[in-house]
């Protein structure tokens, strides 16, 4: 992914208003992430960890959601993201939810899907991250495939947004 800066970030939300998209914690280490290791940038804002965003570039253009993280019962079990197909114990996965944009969202009409809580999916399909032993499995797809599996994911889940 190219780097972004916070003006591309805050415009490119799609089920925000331009005053909550100004209102938005965006990360202060923008110039230290590792850009060519992402396939999108994902983080929870700091001052509400129940809130996480997400901005990806889809059809020549960047797009961001905001993302509300559901409340967790204290599971035991593994639990696997719908993207990067990471598994996790405890909360590392949650079901995040997106109010949908336009008029839907309006009405508030959100959709969801169950991915890494950290939003640190690329960097887990690269093993640049770890989510402690057994939590990838090998896969005969190269890592490019695995890539274009995601970032699919990401896509789709994205046009049901924008739906």
Same mark, same amino acid.
């Given at each position: 992914?190219?780097?972004?800066?916070?003006?591309?970030?805050?415009?490119?939300? &799609?089920? $925000?208003?331009?005053? /909550?998209?100004?209102?938005?914690?965006?990360?202060?280490?923008?110039?230290?992430?590792?850009?060519?290791?992402? =396939?999108?940038?994902?983080?929870?804002?700091?001052?509400?960890? =129940? *809130?996480? %965003?997400? @901005?990806? +570039?889809?059809?020549? !253009?960047? @797009?961001?959601?905001?993302? *509300? #993280?559901?409340?967790?019962?204290?599971?035991? *079990?593994?639990?696997?993201?719908?993207?990067?197909?990471?598994?996790?114990?405890?909360?590392? @996965?949650?079901?995040?939810?997106?109010?949908?944009?336009?008029?839907?969202?309006?009405?508030?009409?959100? &959709?969801? &899907? %169950? &991915?890494?809580?950290?939003?640190?999916?690329?960097? %887990?399909? !690269?093993?640049?991250?770890?989510?402690?032993?057994?939590? !990838?499995?090998? /896969? $005969?797809?190269?890592?490019? +495939?695995? @890539? /274009? #599996?995601?970032?699919?994911?990401?896509?789709?889940?994205?046009?049901?947004v924008n739906s």
């Open positions: 992914m190219k780097p972004l800066t916070e003006h591309d970030i805050r415009a490119s939300f &799609v089920n $925000s208003t331009k005053g /909550e998209a100004k209102r938005m914690h965006v990360p202060r280490d923008l110039g230290e992430r590792p850009w060519d290791d992402l =396939d999108f940038l994902g983080w929870t804002d700091p001052a509400a960890p =129940d *809130r996480s %965003y997400l @901005v990806t +570039e889809l059809e020549g !253009r960047l @797009v961001g959601i905001a993302l *509300r #993280r559901a409340a967790q019962a204290g599971r035991a *079990r593994k639990t696997m993201c719908s993207w990067c197909l990471t598994t996790h114990s405890g909360d590392g @996965v949650s079901l995040m939810s997106a109010r949908k944009a336009g008029k839907s969202g309006q009405l508030g009409n959100t &959709v969801g &899907v %169950y &991915v890494c809580a950290d939003l640190a999916c690329s960097l %887990y399909l !690269r093993g640049k991250k770890s989510a402690g032993p057994g939590s !990838r499995f090998k /896969e $005969s797809l190269s890592l490019d +495939e695995q @890539v /274009e #599996r995601m970032t699919s994911g990401i896509s789709a889940f994205l046009g049901r």
